[in-house]
């Protein structure tokens, strides 16, 4: 039997890494996913590929994680097309790391409006689109837990999305809905080629991150995709509140 069958999903961001992972192994567990997504040339690629799964069980949208206006409309169009929403994955965000000294307001308001501000405002705006017992999975990262040089904004993003976590699984909790993080490690993901910085500097970056995972390794998309099905699934029916790392042990050893 599949984990999903029956469950309308929404992802956010899922037109590469985690987020298109996750559709895809949504889509195979039996889910109807709608995915968000900012540009339309990448909307259509993932178009292509999760057509290639199933057909008839998917909806894509173009919405800015950022524009709270548009949060609504993505509930709206979800309901409209396949009914309530049983998972709500709030993984869209973006990685901008820069020393305290270079960080501009420009940008902490990027990084803040996009990991932040949108997810909180997405959850409140899904409230009357909930099905009873649905489960809500926040995108943070193990950079929340840990001094990195350079992830200042980025970091205090993701820890108060941690924080979210835990208040909206305590107020939700009435409406058996579960809330919980799930906390990455460094993945590799197309993530890494949009933080701004020279290719030189990433490269650098990444071997001394990976240098700090007990697994001594990048992980993958895929990998967190099946965590992220644990935690929207029955198999963690008993589980809300919690920050679910996987990380390699980088938070842990
Ligand atoms: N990769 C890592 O090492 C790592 C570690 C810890 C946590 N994370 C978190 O994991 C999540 C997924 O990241 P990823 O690594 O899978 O990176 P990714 O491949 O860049 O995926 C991010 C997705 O979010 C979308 N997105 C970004 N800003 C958006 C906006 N304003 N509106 C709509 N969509 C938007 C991106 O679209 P565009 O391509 O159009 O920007 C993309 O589809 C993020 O929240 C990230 O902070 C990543």
Redesign the pocket.
Known sequence: MSKLEGKVAII????????LATAKLFLAEGAKVVV????DE?LKATNEELAKIHANHFLTIK????DVTSNKKVFEAAQDKFGKVDILFA?????RFMPLSDVTEAMYDEVMN??LKGPFFLVQAGLPYFNEGASIIL?T??SNQMGMPGASAYAASKAGLRLLARVFAAELSAHKIRVNAIS????D????G?TGLPEEAVQEMGAGIASQVALGRFGT?EEIAKSVLFLASQDASFVTGIELEVDGGMSQV
Do not use: Q
């Open positions: 956010t961001g899922a037109t590469s890494g985690m987020g968000t997504g900012r540009s990448k919405a800015d994680a950022a993984n869209a965000g973006v990685g996009t990991n995108n990262s193990v990455p490690g460094p993945i993901t197309p993530i890494w949009k998309s």
